[in-house]
T-cell receptor
Framework: NAGVTQTPKFRVLKTGQSMTLLCAQD?????MYWYRQDPGMGLRLIHY???????AKGEVPDGYNVSRLKKQNFLLGLESAAPSQTSVYFC???????????FGPGTRLTVT | AQSVTQLGSHVSVSEGALVLLRCNYS??????LFWYVQYPNQGLQLLLK??????LVKGINGFEAEFKKSETSFHLTKPSAHMSDAAEYFC???????????FGPGTRLSVLP
């Protein structure tokens, strides 16, 4: 039982490049989330999904897109990376909004 | 809208001393409250949670927290700090009425020998 996994663990992009971060969970959770973590700002929600085929915007969605084609996977895309997107990205999943969230190990992204 | 404040971005305690990390929330409806711990270069792990029922909640690694509605607080305590407790701690709140988790800014705990 791997829980929540994220790939890649590290990535360096140049401004304007694109990439996709993959999150996978094996707990059959309905809800999945993408956060970014920046020093002194806690975790900020980028996008989330309440079930397969659904996505919704969170607190800081600009510059990101997501897809949830399969229940166990939640993809986060950056179409044209900017230095402001340098951050650590965490994926999480849960049974429901009021249940605890389980987090992946994170992806450290640097945009130069 | 909900919000979470954590007093003190950095707290230092001596090994064996009491740990007290403060969390205050704002919510117009009954909240669900959580404490998470993050060790360096890792994801967040759940320490404990309050949903309903007993207001004193016990978690892993000897931590506990008490929900005080009148004070809108959910402070995290541990009677005796251990070096392995050095980490960042996040308080989070939700109420489930279409509201996702709101995380506090975090408190970094240092444990001095």
């Amino acid at each position: 039982n791997a829980g929540v996994t994220q790939t890649p663990k590290f990535r360096v992009l140049k401004t304007g490049q694109s990439m996709t971060l993959l999150c996978a969970q094996d707990m059959n959770h309905e809800y999945m989330y993408w956060y970014r973590q920046d020093p002194g700002m806690g975790l900020r929600l980028i996008h989330y999904s309440v079930g397969e085929g659904t996505t919704a915007k969170g607190e800081v969605p600009d510059g990101y897109n997501v897809s949830r084609l399969k229940k166990q996977n939640f993809l986060l895309g950056l179409e044209s990376a900017a230095p402001s997107q340098t951050s650590v990205y965490f994926c999480a999943s849960s049974w429901h909004r009021v249940y605890e969230q389980y987090f992946g190990p994170g992806t450290r992204l640097t945009v130069t | 809208a909900q919000s979470v404040t954590q007093l003190g971005s950095h707290v230092s305690v001596s090994e064996g001393a009491l740990v007290l990390l403060r969390c205050n929330y704002s919510s117009s409806v009954p909240p669900y409250l959580f404490w998470y711990v993050q060790y360096p270069n890792q994801g967040l792990q759940l320490l404990l949670k309050y949903t309903t029922g007993a207001t004193l909640v016990k978690g892993i690694n000897g931590f506990e927290a008490e929900f005080k509605k009148s004070e809108t607080s959910f402070h995290l305590t541990k009677p005796s700090a251990h070096m392995s407790d050095a980490a960042e701690y996040f308080c989070a709140v939700t109420h489930g009425y279409g509201q996702n988790f709101v995380f506090g800014p975090g408190t970094r705990l240092s444990v001095l020998p």
